[in-house]
């Protein structure tokens, strides 16, 4: 399942880093609107009472912010470091939860352009002040959500921090300037080296900060119009970035990308990451969890049981006559080996849930994306396990809703009614409480009955005549296409041709994939447990891995053509 994206551009919230502040915002969540603007006011006074060098207990603060003090002791403390620099995220958060409106605000307040104006400073520095003490408020109304600072929160930090250009910075010489300008023209147009690369070339040269040089280049370009150096073409856009992700997937390089939307390389990695991100984030993991799954050891304990190793690998063919027979032949476990499969995939759930959290709060990490991903990976291994043993369940209650034998219907009737079931009955999976007792037979019989009702309702259903031939479904031979247990398998596993082809591969490659996805009964492996295990880099499996399904894809094609 997947949630909507927001309809409408706004501020990005801000990360609350320090512990006591964040779980204070998590506490207060359900205030009431009269409470939050007390304790905006009581927090965005607290900026000024903050020495950086001291340390304060957790209840100082709570009282603070509240006027409350806490039941019991608390050793927890928090330095006032930390507390600047998350008092403006925390106020904001609180602003956002009140639905602040632009009544609320005390008269004079500040715009940012405005700040910009009164300290004579850039964006960036009021942005950096904010994670110094000075603390916004985040406002709604009419229009979109925006940041405005009180003249109060102003004046204090202005007393603290006294913001504004420093005299002392050391200026860069007009002849410097020219040198450097034409210096970075020839970088761009000999060695394609983006605004930022040439500024650090530059740096390095001249003995000047890196950020100095390329706001000179900034300003350059800014008034040089069409003979601007670099062209700003802002961040890559999301259908720019599912190029990248793409391309990526089959093994393609970085570069190739790069040089058709006339970026960097590095650009192309972090925008095929921000999709990865994205998607994972659209996700809906709720299901059942229990205690154990707190434990350092769960992982140990429940994904080492033999029903989840031996079913680490496993496909449902897409194909209809093979999926039929599969349906026929298959066989539901035992009670043991069905519960310890269904928590094994909940933990794994759980998991990855947790790790999607952190993604959001911190922001995409590569090998957090990638552990989330093979997380994922095993989860859609054990429930296709699961899903498999109740395909005889499938096919009894559509023959039972129909009256007849499901190769009676016309093919596409047909298909249409067992991707009604398949879906119902992966449904049915992921409810599945194994913590509760009873089968999974139980559930899912419950919902395919329902589905083939409501199915059937929704569909005429033509009978064959009696005395006429009867339709025979057609054996399309090899068919390397599966059904799908969970939606994120689409953009999250290979290529379905290449375990096709596994055989045919450079046998280094060829186990190389199946221990990285999962192929051929094997477990999959996230990048940084096979590169520790293979004791290389993680950013050579990444390459190793990109140049196996490079080859293997190849391969595929070959045969097709």
Not at 63 to 83: C, E, I, K, M
Not at 201 to 212: F, N, P, V, W
Request: with cysteine.
């Amino acid at each position: 399942m997947y949630r909507e994206h927001f309809a409408c551009e706004m501020p990005r919230l801000s990360v609350i880093h320090d512990p006591v502040l964040a779980e204070l915002a998590r506490e207060l969540r359900q205030a009431p609107r009269g409470a939050l603007l007390r304790q905006i006011e009581r927090a965005e006074a607290l900026a000024g009472q903050i020495d950086p060098e001291t340390d304060y207990p957790r209840d100082w603060v709570v009282f603070r912010v509240t006027g409350y003090r806490p039941d019991g002791a608390d050793a927890t403390v928090t330095s006032g470091h930390s507390l600047l620099e998350s008092l403006s995220a925390f106020v904001e958060r609180l602003c956002e939860q009140a639905e602040l409106t632009p009544e609320d605000l005390p008269e004079g307040s500040f715009e940012v352009d405005e700040l910009c104006a009164r300290w004579q400073v850039s964006r960036k520095s009021v942005d950096r002040a904010r994670r110094r003490g000075l603390v916004a408020r985040r406002v709604g109304g009419s229009g979109a959500r925006r940041i405005v600072f009180s003249p109060a929160a102003v004046e204090a930090h202005e007393a603290r921090a006294h913001p504004g250009p420093k005299p002392e910075g050391r200026r860069i010489p007009g002849d410097v300037r020219a040198q450097m300008i034409a210096r970075a023209a020839r970088y761009r147009r000999m060695l394609g080296c983006s605004a930022n690369q040439s500024a650090r070339r530059l740096a390095r040269r001249y003995d000047y900060s890196a950020e100095a040089i390329r706001q000179l280049l900034k300003r350059h370009d800014e008034q040089a119009g069409e003979q601007a150096i670099f062209r700003e073409q802002g961040p890559l856009s999301r259908r720019e970035q599912e190029l990248a992700f793409r391309v990526l997937r089959r093994g393609l390089s970085p570069a190739t990308v790069a040089r058709r939307l006339d970026r960097s390389t590095g650009s192309i990695r972090r925008a095929c990451l921000q999709y990865r991100a994205r998607m994972l984030e659209t996700i809906d993991l709720e299901g059942p969890r229990a205690p154990v799954f707190e434990r350092d050891d769960a992982e140990e304990v429940i994904l080492t049981r033999p029903a989840v190793r031996e079913r680490a690998s496993g496909r449902i063919p897409a194909s209809l006559h093979a999926f039929l027979d599969l349906c026929r032949s298959s066989k539901a476990p035992d009670r043991t080996s069905e519960r310890d499969l269904a928590i094994a995939l909940h933990l794994l759930r759980c998991r990855a849930r947790e790790g999607i959290a952190e993604i959001k709060r911190v922001g995409p990490g590569v090998l957090k994306v990638d552990e989330v991903e093979t997380t994922l990976r095993r989860a859609s291994r054990l429930k296709t396990a699961l899903v498999e043993g109740q395909l005889k369940l499938l096919i009894a209650t559509g023959e039972q809703r129909l009256g007849a034998g499901l190769e009676s219907l016309p093919e596409r009737t047909l298909v249409s009614l067992l991707d009604c079931l398949f879906s119902s009955l992966c449904g049915a999976v992921d409810r599945f409480d194994p913590f509760h007792g009873g089968r999974l037979a139980s559930p899912a019989s419950i919902a395919l009955d329902r589905a083939a009702l409501e199915w059937a309702r929704a569909h005429e259903i033509v009978r064959p005549r009696e005395g006429r031939a009867q339709r025979r479904l057609i054996d399309p031979g090899v068919d390397v296409a599966c059904r799908v247990v969970d939606a994120w398998q689409r953009w999250l596993e290979p290529d379905v041709r290449i375990e096709s082809v596994l055989s045919q591969l450079d046998e280094a490659d060829a186990d190389f994939l199946r221990q990285r996805f999962g192929l051929a009964g094997a477990w999959p492996r996230s990048a940084s447990d096979l590169a520790q295990s293979l004791g290389i880099p993680v950013q050579h499996v990444v390459r190793r891995e990109r140049a196996a399904v490079r080859r293997a894809l190849e391969i595929a094609r070959s045969r097709i053509g």
